[in-house]
């Protein structure tokens, strides 16, 4: 995703159409595209075929709690955002859909869509930035495993070391390592990954 507020994709769950047809009508001017389901079951569907990036689902429908439907994302999607809207201020509601869905946020309907909007946004940027972490950490741990395969191989020719902020410090170990042996270990060791 280049840009937390455009390319996202919303589910919308309720089982009141006229619910998600209102949020969608407040939401028109957005740079997002809406998906909307009448149902946990119907969402599923909707999830295993397309990419999703939040879903907010109501919490009271017949069949499937969107608690339970959560709990499921969840488990399937764990890098979808979720939150939930629910009709009754229950604690029971609250903490469930917390514990089993992990839910971003509880918004108790009727919700105002900027607050609602505004959350998504806010989602959105934090996955985002939770997304490159999880690049940079993949990086650096590919990067380390060529640095510990250059430390096994070329021990007798250099000895590799890292400054407090993470370069890597190169030191001839007997004055005739030439730099064109040691861009050929790095190139060896990255063929070798």
């Known amino acids: 995703m280049s840009n937390a507020k455009s390319d996202a ?6 089982d009141e159409v006229n619910v998600t047809e209102a949020l969608k009508r407040s939401f028109r001017r957005e740079p997002y595209t809406f998906v909307t389901a009448t149902s946990g079951e119907a969402a599923q569907e909707i999830l295993a075929r397309q990419h999703v990036d ?9 069949g499937m709690s969107g ?5 499921k994302v969840r488990a399937q999607y764990p890098h979808t955002i979720r939150m ?21 946020r509880f918004f108790l309907k009727p919700c105002n869509p900027t607050d609602l909007l505004f959350t998504i946004q806010r989602a959105l940027a934090h996955k985002q930035l939770e997304e490159q972490s999880r690049k940079l950490l993949r990086e650096f741990q590919r990067q380390a495993a060529i640095l510990d395969k250059l430390k096994g191989t070329g021990e007798h020719l250099l000895r590799l070391d890292t400054d407090d902020q993470g370069a890597v410090i190169v030191d001839e170990a007997d004055g005739d390592l030439q730099m064109t042996d040691l861009l050929a270990e790095i190139e060896l060791a990255m063929k070798g990954r």
Request: cysteine-free; aromatic content about 4%; hydrophobic content about 50%.
């Open 84 to 104: 939930i809207l629910s009709g009754q201020a229950s604690l029971e509601a609250a903490v469930r859909a917390i514990n089993e869905g992990e839910v971003y």
């Open 9 to 14: 994709t919303i589910l919308l769950v309720d």
């Open 67 to 71: 608690s339970q439907f959560l709990s």
């Open 54 to 62: 939040v879903v907010v689902s109501d919490e009271q429908m017949p």
